[in-house]
């Protein structure tokens, strides 16, 4: 099972004057097209030489394929590496799973979408 290694995110240098939350139907179009992006990157390659983590060269081609910016920006927010907080977030949820040295997708689209709203 490959190690997510959490990363610091640095504190706000001025704080927004405002709550910032996505609603709960963005964060679920957002879970399944990041899962279908690693479905069709045939999964989350990982380098068992270098003590079992992803590639970097699989975060970057996620990124890409989510169409996240150079600075890291997410709904004009700045956001530091997007692909691997999210991957770690979706690990955690059990949405991904570790099978043939990759990350896939723990269960098909259409199951995800299927599950009650609360799951």
Avoid at 48 to 70: P, V, Y
């Amino acid at each position: 099972m490959p190690e997510i290694k959490p990363h610091h995110i640095a504190p706000l240098e001025t704080p927004p004057t405002s709550t910032q939350m996505r609603r709960p139907q963005n964060i679920t179009l957002l879970t399944l097209e990041m899962l279908g992006a690693i479905q069709r990157m045939g999964g989350l390659r990982v380098n068992k030489t270098q003590g079992h983590e992803i590639r970097d060269s699989d975060f970057a081609k996620l990124t890409a394929m989510m169409k996240w910016n150079e600075v890291n920006e997410i709904d004009g927010l700045r956001f530091p590496s997007p692909a691997k907080a999210f991957t770690g977030a979706l690990t955690h949820a059990g949405l991904l799973t570790y099978q043939n040295d990759a990350m896939i997708p723990s269960a098909y689209l259409d199951q995800y979408t299927a599950l009650p709203f609360a799951e």
